[in-house]
Structures are given as C-alpha cells and as structure tokens.
C-alpha cells in the first residue's frame, strides 16, 4: 500500500514562529503536492513538486515556502505563522502521468495559529 | 465563474437510496475526471476516475462525464451508511495540477 505520513496530526503555534510540516512518501513518486483545506473554501494547492530541487507555486503560495531535499520528503514552511494560516494542510504525491490524477494523501495536519 | 461548482449539501439520504453527487465546470480543456472520498479526520483517497467523456462503473459506483454539457456525476447505488463522508470531484487537463470542487458533505443513515 501507498503511504503518506505527515509528521503531525494536531500542532498549536504561536503568531510570528517558523513551523516546518513534513511530508514522507514511500512509494518513490516523483510528484509531491501540499493543500490546504478550509471550509466553505475545499482543497487549494499551495506548491508543488515533480521532482528533487524543483518546485512550483500553486494557487496560493503566499507566506509559504517549501524544500524538496529528497525523493521522498516535501516539507512546507510556514516563514512567520499568522492567524489566517490556520488550517488543515494535507500532502499527496503520485506517478507522472498525464494529469497526476491519482493522488495518495497523507492523513493531514490541523494546524491552529494563536 | 469558478472553474469547478459542487454543491456542498449536506445531502442527507436513508439507506439503500440512490445518490447522486454533481459538479460543473468552466473549462473546456479538462480531459481527467476524478471522485475522491473524504472521511472525517483523514486525507481524500481516490475513488473513481474517468478520461474524457463517458460511464464508468466500480461497484455500486458510476461516474459519468458529460463535457457537452461541462457536467459530471457520481452515483452511488444501494447506499450504505459506510458511504457517509464528503465526496470531492476533481479535474485537470493534460499536464496540469488537479482542481478541486469543494466537496459535498454525504450521510446515509441506518
């Protein structure tokens, strides 16, 4: 089976700290996605990476970075948490393919900014 | 327009009911039709998926695409409480990251 683990379920930070969220893949993807979802607003892509050293933006990549160092790590950065970053913040990854549809996710990370 | 429209319910319905969930969408582009399930407090998995027009069945699960009409439905026959959950349509075309409608929340009750 495909596993996505995220590093944690439920995280509280305070305003202004740097949060790392970590993302592990063992099904050597090469494509890698980070999400948030919030209410009322669905699933919104953030970045995206198709492969080592390389990412892309997505639909809102503000206050956001990321790092792709290996295969089968993706890890999001929270630069300076603020309030309106809280959320559930969900990983996939999948095979190149026409449209990387099949996307396997990670259980998600509530992350609640204080 | 938003590129992808589902209404978000919450869509309640008894067991054994026939359900269907939609979405609608703006871009002509889109080629790659996809259902994802969403339980409470986990990540989306993938349950069914379509390429350009047409039925597909899985089950008691059958996808259909209409891109005359920029629509496409999932039907889930015999409806069990099991299938409670919020159902995401998704859609890209060739090469793109995947867009998401918002999802419509789903309880069947026994």
């Known amino acids: 089976d495909v596993k996505v683990t995220q590093s944690s379920r439920y995280l509280v930070k305070r305003t202004g700290e740097k949060v790392f969220l970590e993302c592990v893949q063992d099904m050597d993807h090469e494509n890698m996605f980070w999400y948030r979802q919030d209410p009322g607003l669905g699933l919104r892509l953030i970045y995206f990476s198709y492969d080592v050293k390389m990412k892309e933006k997505g639909d809102i990549p503000e206050g956001y970075s990321v790092s792709r160092e290996k295969k089968e790590r993706f890890s999001l950065i929270l630069e300076s948490a603020s309030t309106n970053q809280t959320s559930m913040y969900l990983c996939a990854s999948s095979t190149p393919g026409t449209g990387s549809y099949e996307q396997y996710f990670g259980p998600g990370t509530r992350l609640t900014v204080t | 327009q938003k590129e992808v429209e589902q209404d978000p319910g919450p869509l309640s319905v008894p067991e054994g009911a026939i359900v269907s969930l939609n979405c609608t969408y703006s871009?002509?582009?889109?080629?790659?039709f996809m259902w994802y399930r969403q339980y409470s407090r986990k990540g989306p998995e993938l349950l069914m998926y379509t390429y350009s027009s047409g039925n597909k069945e899985d089950g008691r699960f059958t996808a259909q695409v209409d891109k005359s009409s920029k629509y496409i439905s999932l039907f889930i026959r015999d409806s069990q409480p099991s299938d409670s959950a919020t159902y995401l349509c998704a859609m890209s075309s060739a090469g793109t990251a995947l867009i998401f409608g918002k999802g419509t929340t789903l309880s069947v009750s026994s």
């Open positions: 871009n002509s582009a889109f080629q790659y």
